[in-house]
């Protein structure tokens, strides 16, 4: 099924944000619970929104999906995540990925899942592996990690 205006088989790619957001040397997770990617763990994020700047959505974004409010915003990098389709069709997803790192507010607590995530956790950085991410996010952990 195309749903051109969607965000399956798009007529041209979504810009969304992500967060490697940090908390006593832990960083934050989701695991998603909606396509794409539904069930795997990654940062928080998501789509921008008509109206709002970048930084904007990313603060939305964390909040929404884990109750954590973050500071500090620093960019890192940008990533191009293109999922194919069938061969006649157009990619099943087409995301230009905006990612940052920033630090969680000192009053922030234990996260909250909610929106596209159904769990949302304080992870080691040492020890990533049980959570299965993409070998980028953990490139891009790292990264941030020594900024």
Do not use: C
């Amino acid at each position: 099924m195309t749903d051109r205006a969607g965000r399956q088989n798009p007529a041209r790619p979504i810009i969304g944000v992500g967060a490697v957001v940090w908390r006593d040397g832990k960083v934050l997770l989701i695991r998603r619970g909606k396509p794409p990617k539904a069930g795997e763990w990654s940062l928080p994020g998501g789509a921008q929104e008509l109206g709002e700047t970048v930084i904007e959505s990313l603060i939305r974004e964390v909040f929404e999906e884990t109750s954590i409010q973050i500071e500090n915003i620093r960019f890192l990098e940008i990533v191009d995540l293109i999922v194919p389709g069938d061969a006649a069709d157009a990619p099943r997803y087409h995301y230009t990925l905006l990612d940052f790192s920033a630090d969680a507010t000192p009053h922030s607590t234990d996260p909250v899942p909610g929106d596209d995530a159904d769990a949302a956790i304080w992870a080691d950085p040492d020890n990533l592996e049980p959570y299965g991410l993409w070998a980028k996010t953990i490139e891009i952990i790292k990264t941030s990690r020594h900024q």
